[in-house]
């Protein structure tokens, strides 16, 4: 329990930081109906983006706590890190390139946080893939720390 990996240390607190960014955009948006920072909002499905940002760091966030505490075996639980990450670079991904134009032409001063809320959550995302990807290569018998 005590020989986490750091890379693992770092994928649940990458996850427990992308959590906390997305619920504060999640919160804003729920509770004033505007969009953080000044910022464009947009919308999957409906929904506003950052509500399925939530949802997806949530999930790593708890997969990252089952696998810590032991609850869930390492190798199905840095699989399923893995595949919302990558779902989350996918979906991150997308929106990132939607705010290309407005970050080419005003460059960083056009955003509070100097990059598109969805750019971060994006650089979020891969460094939890990077992390996931490495803790995989130093994990060779399926449970940490023994």
């Known amino acids: 329990m005590n020989n ?29 109906s505007t969009c953080a920072f000044n910022e464009t909002c947009p919308y999957f499905l409906g929904y506003p983006a950052c ?22 075996n390492v ?19 997308y929106f990132s390139l939607i705010e290309m134009p407005r970050l080419l032409s005003g460059g960083f001063t056009a955003y509070v946080l100097g990059l598109p809320t969805c750019v971060l959550g994006l650089i979020f995302y891969i460094l939890i893939l990077i992390c996931v990807l490495i803790t995989k290569k130093k994990v060779t018998d399926l449970t940490i720390g023994n």
């Open 4 to 32: 986490k990996p750091v890379a693992f240390r770092l994928v649940l607190m990458f996850s427990v930081a992308g959590l906390l960014f997305a619920g504060y955009l999640s919160g804003v948006k729920l509770f004033t």
């Open 51 to 72: 509500w399925y940002g939530f949802a997806m760091y949530s999930a790593m966030t708890i997969l990252a706590v089952l696998v810590w505490t032991g609850k869930m």
């Open 75 to 93: 190798a199905k639980g840095l699989n399923s890190i893995l595949g919302v990450s990558i779902l989350g670079i996918i979906f991150a991904g």
